[in-house]
């Protein structure tokens, strides 16, 4: 069955720092791989997808994530925090080969302090 | 453009009490998903409608049940509400040619007294 880990509930960076927010997955076949960032009261904004191709994906709002098959990982990075960067960040993940359900982690909430 | 929208957008019923939520799609998109996100979890799949069919389902009982209309839209309904209903209620439309991005929209929060 896939599923998706988010190892940590909370990430605190300094405003201006490069952050990292973690995610592994597990499917059987080859992933769909997906961020979502969730601001308050608000429902879920689409950042970036890994489908296929380079490995470095670009998305949203200076994010980008690194697809890396062997260790089964998908984090998001970016270079400079912001405080608006805070909300709760969401890993998902599809398995191509099998159905079109998405599965998402638990979430991780990121604090960016000034 | 508009974006997928939800109605209502806050409910509270009391247990034992049916609800019907409901969903528009993104413009061109043909297929809607519904989650449950419980506070402090992350989404968890209910069903997928495309064609007024139901292509598939997660880990819910019958209790939830769902509807897809000729424009696209969707409802879904909830019967013999739990406490463990409340939640965040979140519609997703995709293409089902291109399924790999869906569009949230921004979920009506369920309250169950």
């Known amino acids: 069955a896939q599923s998706v880990a988010q190892p940590e509930d909370q990430v605190n960076v300094a405003e201006g720092n490069p952050l990292t927010v973690k995610c592994t997955y597990s499917v059987s076949g080859n992933p769909y791989l997906f961020w979502y960032v969730q601001y308050p009261n608000r429902g879920l904004q689409f950042l970036l997808k890994y489908i296929t191709g380079d490995n470095l994906v670009k998305g949203s709002y200076g994010f980008e994530a690194e697809f890396n098959k062997s260790q089964t990982s998908f984090h998001l990075k970016k270079p400079s925090a912001l405080v608006s960067d805070s909300a709760l960040y969401f890993c998902a993940v599809r398995d191509r080969g099998r159905d079109d359900k998405i599965i998402f982690g638990k979430g991780t909430r990121l604090h960016i302090l000034p | 453009d508009a974006g997928v929208t939800q109605s209502p957008t806050h409910l509270i019923k009391t247990r034992g009490q049916q609800v019907t939520l409901r969903c528009s799609p993104k413009?061109?998109?043909?297929?809607v998903s519904w989650y449950q996100q419980a506070l402090g979890q992350g989404p968890q799949f209910i069903f997928q409608y495309y064609e007024e069919e139901e292509r598939q389902r997660g880990n819910f009982p019958d209790r939830f049940s769902g509807h897809q209309f000729p424009n696209y839209s969707s409802e879904l309904n909830v019967n013999a509400l739990l406490l463990g209903d409340s939640a965040l209620y979140l519609c997703?439309?995709?293409?089902?040619?291109?399924?790999?991005?869906?569009?949230f929209g921004p979920g009506t929060r369920l309250l169950v007294l």
């Open positions: 413009s061109g998109h043909d297929t």
């Open positions: 997703a439309s995709s293409l089902v040619t291109s399924q790999e991005t869906q569009y």
